[in-house]
């Protein structure tokens, strides 16, 4: 299981990329932290996670 935003998640064996793809989360507006370690999105595709890892996915919002 991986934590993601505080939430368990059956998510190990699949990259971050395969993770976000069944999300609405607009990937141009988001962050994502893996173990305390901002991932490059040139690197989603590449990037696996794995039991007990801990995912935090940020979204960008505007306003004023």
Same mark, same amino acid.
Do not use: P
């Given at each position: 299981m991986? =934590?993601?935003n505080g939430a368990? %998640? *059956?998510a190990a064996g =699949?990259?971050? &990329?395969? !993770?976000l793809s069944g999300t609405e989360y607009n990937?141009?507006? %988001? &962050? +994502? @932290?893996?173990n305390g370690e901002i991932v490059p999105k040139s =690197? !989603?595709?590449e990037v696996v996670l794995f039991? #007990? *890892?801990c995912l @935090? +996915? +940020?979204s960008f919002v #505007?306003?004023?």
């Open positions: 991986v =934590k993601i368990y %998640i *059956d =699949k990259t971050i &990329a395969q !993770y990937l141009s507006r %988001i &962050a +994502v @932290e893996r =690197k !989603y595709n039991d #007990g *890892d @935090e +996915v +940020v #505007g306003g004023g």
